[in-house]
């Protein structure tokens, strides 16, 4: 961005999964070496500082253990978890012309003997880049006529609640947070992965707001907050429809609002009379006293901000519960006042022309001529084990394409999933940074760029700016990005299309709809080009230039047009159109309860992104506390047994692992609590997604992290 001899400083966006999307500035030395990263002053919701995951990144783009060069599994080496430092004996080194050789021969020749569809790529946020996350990959696994991946592991049940009732996911500004007098985060851990949004919170606290939590956990944010309510696992519908039972039966809703902007709320109010306080609380654990003065106070303070996370939208009923908790700014017209309203990801403000990146079309040039298959990633267990059984389900999956990701960690049903990648007649590629839980089971690892290595384009769910990341350094040794990866393969492939060429730049401009290919430009974004990119960095887009806010008037991009509290879309599918509680399978009052007792939060590390960063030994040191943990009330110790400090063993039917019992009095009675790390960097070689299981969400076919039911022994001489 700007030249100033011997340094340069170049303008580059992290593209971890977080919020934030800061934009960071890298200074580059006369060797071209990176040798400071720092959040981007000028950014409004950067700020100029980086959350202490990225702060250190250098640590990491210069990993002494990084995979720097393509790498063949040596003959003879079984696949299977390999102990850590030593995972270069089982791999030989290859040039890129030999691994991109011999990996598309042996995809002709499953795709000949199988189908296409027997290939199953497995990707999702490992960069949120725009050409990172999905383009030229989408085009290579389109025209080969692979199986496509139905990427719902971490959002899709909450981003489809949302859309149910608002039509597109964006909410409130964060930068207007400032204003609010009351914000409630629901499922939110600002504090932990939201950081950027923290000083908004707390300018409005320092006028005057105060902050509630509503998370069963007393996550950082919670510990600072002014209430926090740590209801159980999975009832947060049944709390948003209890919150509504009472602002509708004390006239607390904004009759206006709904009148103008909403559908359904005869039907929903209905529905909300029979959510008492007393019901609600036998399900949340709260008391009816507590449920009646929350919703008073979020139905009376104003502007009151709802900041809804993830986190919620990760049980059995998420998506019901999301719904649910979205249409309370709707009841009273939160949304009218700056400052209030709700966010759960403002992702759906950025209108990328995902056609021209990802060009479905080019699987009508594939061998079966059509779309394929979709296969669902949280499923990945069942797809590695079971897909070819049944002739309607298609073919099993012979080969697994993986980037972007680390499913040998983060896939539910973890046991499933490692049962299905140690599988012989499974040609299994991995493009990764390091070696991971995944990389253990490659027959080739490919080595990948890290955000300061390539090109990208990037919008945010947590913040309305497009912003542009260059490349700052050259990558360390063959290190590529997924756009040179697909593209080179597409040609080795012998694809002959000339969007495999592509340059990043090219595909940033077709992003942004201002190629020569004739798509429109989108209203949004269309006073964004690239060169304006390259001068300024980051540009805010239209709406958010012009300082409006959504849901305050005009048209909603649901059928009906209207904020929707009946759904015609659910009801014409057979489902409830109204948002109701049903208890997750997996819950204390499930029949399951009855042999595994306890609610098991399958927490993410607070210091790691998912899986990314659990290799590195400055993270690991500030995730020490609560890593390989068990948390558990002292009363749920006590009936077992266990004191602080005890081994104890952590299972199901699905599997087990000892952990060390951490007495935590903030957790509801009945719940435990554990962290997301590497299962190779835990002497069970497993990790808590050994205890996960892989049923759905009930919107979205998300993954249920968090609707899983286990019982806990104490550990004595390595024997429960
Ligand atoms: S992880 Fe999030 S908060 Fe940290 S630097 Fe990246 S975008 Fe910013």
């Given at each position: 961005m700007a030249a100033s001899a011997p340094f340069r400083i170049v303008h580059t966006v992290c593209s971890h999964d977080c919020p934030d999307s800061c934009a960071v500035l890298v200074t580059v030395n006369e060797e071209g070496r990176a040798v400071k990263v720092e959040g981007d002053p000028s950014q409004p919701v950067t700020r100029g500082f980086l959350c202490g995951k990225v702060a250190k990144y250098l640590d990491r783009v210069y990993a002494s253990d990084r995979v720097l060069y393509p790498l063949r599994r040596k003959a003879g080496v079984a696949k299977g978890p390999l102990q850590r430092g030593s995972e270069h004996e089982s791999y030989e080194r290859v040039s890129w012309d030999e691994a991109l050789d011999a990996i598309a021969v042996r995809l002709k020749e499953i795709a000949d003997r199988y189908g296409p569809e027997s290939i199953l790529p497995y990707s999702y946020a490992g960069t949120i880049g725009v050409l990172g996350y999905g383009s030229m990959d989408r085009r290579f696994f389109h025209r080969l006529g692979a199986s496509q991946l139905d990427r719902t592991i971490c959002s899709e049940a909450g981003g489809q609640a949302w859309n149910l009732v608002y039509g597109r996911k964006f909410g409130t500004p964060t930068e207007d947070v400032r204003l609010a007098k009351l914000i409630i985060a629901w499922g939110a851990n600002i504090h932990g992965n939201n950081i950027h949004l923290w000083p908004f919170v707390e300018e409005a606290r320092r006028n005057g707001a105060r902050l509630i939590v509503i998370d069963p956990y007393r996550t950082r944010t919670a510990a600072v907050a002014d209430w926090h309510i740590a209801i159980r696992p999975g009832t947060d519908a049944a709390l948003a429809l209890g919150m509504m039972h009472v602002i509708l039966n004390e006239g607390l809703e904004d009759r206006a609002y709904i009148e103008e902007m909403t559908h359904g709320f005869e039907l929903l109010a209905e529905r909300a009379r029979e959510y008492t306080p007393e019901r609600v609380a036998a399900w949340t654990g709260m008391t009816a006293a507590e449920i009646e003065q929350l919703a008073r106070e979020y139905a009376t303070t104003r502007p009151a901000m709802l900041r809804l996370n993830y986190g919620v939208q990760r049980s059995q009923n998420g998506g019901t519960a999301v719904r649910a908790i979205a249409m309370l700014p709707a009841l009273t017209g939160?949304?009218?006042?700056?400052?209030?309203g709700g966010q759960l990801s403002t992702s759906g403000a950025f209108q990328w022309d995902k056609k021209a990146l990802e060009r479905p079309d080019l699987a009508l040039a594939s061998p079966i001529g059509r779309l394929a298959r979709v296969v669902n990633m949280s499923e990945l267990g069942r797809a590695l084990t079971e897909l070819g059984s049944r002739a309607e389900d298609g073919p099993a999956v012979h080969a697994l394409f993986v980037y972007s990701s680390n499913p040998g960690a983060i896939a539910p049903n973890h046991n499933a999933v490692c049962r299905g990648l140690m599988r012989d007649d499974l040609f299994t590629v991995v493009h990764e940074q390091f070696f991971t839980d995944t990389t253990d089971y490659a027959d080739y690892i490919l080595p990948a760029t890290t955000f300061l290595e390539h090109t990208d384009v990037q919008g945010a769910y947590g913040h309305y700016f497009v912003q542009l990341s260059m490349q700052a350094i050259e990558p360390p040794g063959d290190a590529r990005s997924n756009v040179w990866l697909f593209g080179r393969l597409a040609q080795r492939m012998g694809f002959t299309e000339a969007c495999f060429r592509d340059t990043p730049e090219e595909m940033i401009r077709q992003a942004l709809s201002i190629g020569e290919d004739g798509h429109s430009k989108k209203a949004n974004m269309e006073h964004i080009t690239f060169e304006d990119l390259e001068r300024e960095g980051h540009i805010p887009l239209a709406f958010h230039r012009d300082g409006l806010r959504p849901f305050t008037s005009g048209r909603v991009a649901t059928p009906s047009g209207k904020i929707e509290f009946f759904s015609e879309t659910l009801a014409a599918a057979g489902q409830d159109g109204l948002p109701n509680f049903v208890p997750p399978f997996e819950s204390r009052w499930g029949e399951t309860a009855k042999k595994y007792p306890l609610e098991l939060l399958a927490r993410k590390s607070d210091n790691y992104m998912n899986s990314t960063f659990a290799n590195l030994p400055g993270h690991r040191k500030m995730e020490a506390?609560?890593?390989?943990k068990l948390e558990i009330h002292p009363v749920d110790a006590e009936l077992r047994g266990v004191v602080e400090g005890e081994r104890v063993r952590v299972f199901n039917d699905r599997g087990s692992l000892e952990l060390t019992a951490m007495l935590n009095a903030s957790l509801p009675a009945g719940v435990v609590a554990a962290r997301l790390d590497w299962a190779k960097l835990h002497p069970d070689g497993a990790n808590i997604n050994a205890l996960t299981s892989e049923r759905l969400t009930d919107i979205g076919g998300g993954a249920t992290f968090y609707s899983t039911l286990v019982e806990v022994a104490k550990t004595v001489g390595g024997e429960s």
């Open positions: 939160a949304w009218k006042h700056r400052g209030g506390r609560t890593s390989q």
